[in-house]
């Protein structure tokens, strides 16, 4: 059984929340962005510092469609959430730094995330061989899409939430 404030590995479940971005969270986002396992896992290559900065700057965080999240977890800066529009799809995506994976704090992010964003269907396409970010996802509710209307690169999985019930805690 579950229950709000329970113990799940170290963390109580309330310890996890969201809040929007502030500038100064950026430095870490880049730092969880240039760690070697985060890049192996993701398979996305690092931005340069200033490219960062001026990509989260303008077109993240200057995109008035998106929605943006910092993850707070135990009170420290834990990662990021957001949502944008692809064309006519809503995509998610998150970034997590290495200290908290595996410890729930992805899928309470991503579950507080869900109850935020209204839009459905909601796609994903994180690289097939992060197993732990495609599971996360289809814990969620996320399920493959069969569409070819919208090509995937390769090694990369396209995942859609349709309803908002499917993603519902």
């Known amino acids: 059984m579950s229950v709000a404030g329970a113990t799940l590995a170290g ?10 971005v502030q500038d100064d969270d950026l430095e870490l986002f880049l730092a969880y ?4 396992e985060a890049v192996r896992r993701s398979r996305f290559t690092p931005r340069p510092r200033e490219a960062f900065l001026r990509h989260w700057r303008e077109r993240v965080l200057g995109d008035p469609s998106g929605l943006v999240r910092t ?13 944008w ?11 997590l730094g ?10 309470r992010a991503l579950a507080l995330f869900l109850r935020e964003e209204p839009v459905r269907p909601l796609f994903a ?6 197993t732990a970010s495609v599971r996360l996802l289809e814990k969620s509710g996320f399920v493959p899409y069969e569409g070819a209307e919208h090509p995937v690169d390769e090694g990369f999985v396209l995942l859609v939430l349709r309803d908002r019930a499917a993603g519902a805690p």
Do not use: C, K, Q
């Open 33 to 36: 962005e240039h760690d070697p």
């Open 85 to 95: 529009w692809e064309g006519e799809r809503r995509f998610t995506g998150y970034w």
């Open 98 to 107: 290495r200290a908290y994976w595996g410890r729930g704090i992805g899928s």
């Open 125 to 130: 396409d994180p690289f097939a061989g992060n």
């Open 11 to 20: 963390m109580t479940t309330n310890d996890v929340r969201l809040r929007p």
């Open 71 to 83: 993850v707070v977890a135990d009170g420290e800066v834990a990662g990021n959430i957001v949502a």
